[in-house]
């Protein structure tokens, strides 16, 4: 005999709840909770997940918000960037190809003092055609005026979203933040994850307030007008000093998530992992290729090598000085990238040059060695990260290194 | 600290929903005991297409240390359970996400299971299924093949009889009571499909195959180019142009031989050759090239290249002429023109037999009019179909939609609960 059960009570988001979901349902998670008002979509893999995810939320009634279709990823870009102008708060994202497509608005929104948050679902830049994570596309904003964040799980993707806008819609702010997401290893994989109540995000988030820089009637102002190089440098040290603010900000919102969500996030800036006892090695890389290197580090730790792993969190603004003290405990360091950078310093990737560029001021400035893994969504296997462990040894023994760059995982 | 690793290998598009679902529900499932679980695709199994081979994973652990251990790696490179929803995929797998035929046993740890959703019988399984160099456990679960679409999900029990099964074969991690549990969370109350989870949990059978059973082909392959070795420009060479068959006679068009594509079939055409017009329609229209002219100018179409896409019975004009016939019913990839060659009234009496009997040659997926699946609940086509439609089906976003959650009529529990009755059961 079937029982006949009652529809459970919609109260939705009235206590805390524990889902099974992926990067990307999280993301959307977080966004019916941040009750954002215009959203706007194209399709591309993998950011098309998050687009289908906050799509549901609205169908069911969840989410009100205006849900606009774009014509293509230019159009997305500007409709959210117009939108923000008049006080709504907004949501967009892209990947690859799809990114580069909007790199006009993306361009022009920071300037403009834009607190957009975007999710960039990290995906290889055509050609060739293909889908699996790479960081350029996120990383081709770095000097625009954009806060670029990585995460790791679907549980920090949700909480680095409301972060997000808290920072970005912050007044000493009104900056755009991405939050990356590295292709299929966050956006597809599904893990449990807790989803906080409507209570606790309303006590974190307080509503958006564009204040004087609102386009509304009752606050006649002109936004962008063209001007000549009179102006053009000011403007500019307006987004530097924004930009500069981001750190106490972040800090300050972190404290805050800290004490709203009892969720300790350790650092805002990086995840030290096994770094305590000043390792020899200390490797750091962003996004989930954390998984593999901690694995490999627990490993080699119980061969008894000293290594440790620095993940960071924010490429922009970048902890710098956190970072060159963090990594000056170690007699080595790896560096490795999911990107490429032709031509660049040793040839290594951008956040190897950036870690460089961050050492070069420090007392303590260990042999620093990038790698290039995992291209195009290709494995980071445990084995290729041992033999980067070996090569930063090697260094932490003479004090030098023999090459600026290994490539590691091509077939050769 | 343990663990426990399972692939679904599925039809892209049709089974996209239900593989997800299943692996979702073994996370769930394992979550009512307090183990830790992830699920996810094959990413590069993706984009789907129609039929084409693809992978889901779901990885249950003791711990959140021991699962990301495993989850460290783009993909299980062995799996404890692997789960293939669709029989005809045990000829072999050739997906997006790597090169060559992979059999459907490949990842299975040794002593582990394979469990087919099938309404074939164990012998006939093991002519397609590759032998394996260690011994494996093959338990069928009776029922056909579960076909749906990208936005629609069919509801026939097939995935939670699916974690009834797999209750069965690893205890350890999904206890059925777990597993009834989880169901009955996801269903909104209702225990309808729990029925289904326990009578497959109370009835799986299991055959142990050893090393010398199955297959004995070899399938092909394919190594990768190192980076020096391959062209710059992210360019390739082309094929060559085809030749005739035979002296001059004939053309038959160079195929790739490490990219063939034909495990995405689920369906191929027969061709009756005696009453063929030769229009070139088939040969024309088919979307892969895969018809040979034989020297006659009649068209053979290739079963190494043939995906299985129905164009070619869709244009024929001739009635009959070209037949698709469920792959099932077949075993191997041979010529049928050859076939006929050899013995035109040995090869009538062949095709008279795949083509006579409706119950294979039925389209085995897609529905040619909005409305058809509810008619075949209706008249009871669908041996395994599920409540009537019209009294609501308990999932997802029930209320929104307006359905009345968890009642259900004698009839419908009727249908269900007569799941069993498949053949093969």
């Known amino acids: 005999m079937t029982t006949v059960a009652q529809a459970p009570t919609r109260a939705p988001y009235q206590v805390e709840q524990e889902l099974l979901i992926s990067g990307s349902e999280a993301i959307a998670e977080a966004l019916t909770l941040a009750d954002i008002d215009v959203v706007t979509a194209y399709p591309i893999r993998p950011y098309d997940t998050v687009m289908q995810a906050v799509a549901k939320k609205v169908a069911n009634g969840l989410l009100d918000a205006e849900y606009i279709v774009a014509e293509g990823e230019h159009s997305q870009f500007e409709i959210v960037k117009h939108a923000s102008a008049v006080g709504a708060r907004v949501f967009c994202g892209s990947s690859g190809v799809g990114w580069m497509y909007a790199m006009e608005p993306i361009t022009v929104t920071p300037a403009l ?130 930009t500069n603010r981001a750190y106490g900000v972040i800090e300050e919102a972190y404290r805050d998530f800290r004490r709203i969500f009892g969720r300790d996030l350790h650092n805002p800036w990086f995840e030290e992992y096994m770094t305590d006892d000043n390792p020899d090695v200390i490797l750091m890389g962003m996004g989930t290729l954390s998984m593999p290197v901690k694995v490999t580090v627990r490993k080699l730790r119980a061969e008894g090598k000293k290594v440790g792993f620095i993940r960071l969190k924010w490429f922009r603004p970048f902890p710098y000085e956190r970072l060159a003290q963090a990594l000056g405990k170690a007699k080595a360091i790896g560096v490795i990238d999911r990107d490429y950078s032709f031509g660049s310093p040793f040839g290594s990737g951008v956040v190897a040059n950036e870690v460089r560029a961050a050492l070069y001021n420090s007392e303590k400035r260990p042999p620093l060695i990038g790698f290039i893994f995992g291209l195009g969504g290709r494995e980071v ?32 | 600290m343990a663990h426990l690793i399972c692939e679904v290998v599925y039809r892209g598009i049709f089974q996209k929903n239900l593989a997800s679902r299943i692996t979702r529900g073994i996370v769930l499932s394992a979550r009512k005991s307090g183990r830790w679980g992830i699920a996810f695709g094959r990413y590069g199994d993706s984009p789907q297409r129609n039929g084409v081979p693809a992978k889901d994973f779901a990885i249950v652990a003791d711990t959140p240390e021991e699962l990301e251990q495993n989850m460290a790696r783009y993909e299980p490179k062995e799996v404890d359970v692997t789960i293939c929803v669709d029989d005809t995929l045990c000829k072999g797998v050739e997906s997006w996400a790597w090169y060559g035929l992979q059999p459907i046993n490949a990842l299975t740890v040794p002593n582990g299971t394979v469990l087919v959703t099938s309404t074939q019988s164990v012998d006939e399984l093991l002519k397609d299924t590759h032998r394996k160099k260690t011994p494996y456990n093959l338990s069928i679960l009776p029922g056909k093949a579960s076909f749906a679409g990208l936005w629609v999900y069919k509801e026939d029990h097939t995935e939670v009889r699916v974690l009834g099964a797999l209750a069965k074969i690893a205890p350890k991690f999904l206890t059925i009571e777990a597993v009834s549990e989880a169901i009955k969370a996801a269903e909104w109350g209702s225990d309808l499909k729990v029925q289904s989870a326990r009578k497959a949990y109370d009835r799986l059978q299991v055959r142990a195959v050893m090393p010398h059973e199955g297959n004995p082909e070899t399938p092909y392959s394919f190594t990768l180019p190192k980076w020096w070795e391959m062209r710059e420009g992210v360019s390739i060479p082309s094929l060559p142009i085809g030749k005739p068959i035979e002296g001059d006679q004939g053309y038959r068009p160079v195929r790739s031989d490490v990219f063939k594509k034909f495990s995405s079939r689920t369906m191929r055409p027969v061709v009756n050759f005696d009453t063929c017009v030769k229009c070139t329609l088939c040969w024309l229209q088919c979307p892969d090239s895969c018809f040979d002219v034989t020297p006659e100018l009649l068209y053979d179409a290739n079963m190494e290249s043939c995906c299985g896409c129905g164009i070619c019975e869709a244009v024929c004009p001739v009635d009959n002429c070209i037949t698709m016939v469920n792959e099932s019913a077949f075993h191997d990839n041979a010529s049928q023109w050859e076939m006929w060659r050899k013995d035109k009234p040995a090869y009538q009496a062949w095709l008279n037999e795949k083509i006579a009997d409706k119950a294979t040659t039925a389209r085995s997926h897609g529905f040619r009019y909005r409305g058809q699946y509810e008619e075949e609940l209706e008249r009871g086509e669908r041996e395994l179909g599920g409540s009537s439609l019209a009294d609501g089906i308990p999932g997802e976003n029930a209320e929104q939609k307006g359905i009345k959650v968890g009642v259900h009529s004698e009839h419908a529990v009727a249908v269900v609960t007569g799941v069993a009755e498949a053949p093969g059961a």
């Open chain 1, 113 to 242: 003092r834009i607190p957009m948050v975007a999710m960039v679902g990290n995906r290889a830049l055509d050609d060739p055609g293909a889908f699996g994570v790479e960081h350029n596309d996120a990383l081709s904003v770095r000097d625009l005026g954009w806060l670029l964040t990585w995460v790791d799980t679907a549980q920090e993707a949700l909480d680095t979203t409301l972060i997000a806008y808290r920072v970005a819609e912050d007044r000493r702010i009104f900056l755009p933040i991405a939050i990356s997401c590295d292709g299929a290893f966050l956006t597809h994989s599904q893990t449990i994850c807790k989803v906080p109540t409507k209570a606790q995000v309303e006590a974190f988030l307080p509503p958006y307030n564009r204040a004087d820089l609102l386009l509304h009637p009752d606050n006649p102002i002109t936004v962008a007008p063209q001007v000549n190089e009179d102006w053009v440098m000011e403007i500019r040290q307006q987004n530097n000093e924004a």
């Open chain 1, 381 to 412: 296997t445990i084995e290729n990260v041992t033999k980067a462990v070996e090569l930063c040894e090697h260094a932490a023994r003479t004090g030098k290194t023999d090459k600026g760059t290994y490539w590691l995982g091509v077939r050769e």
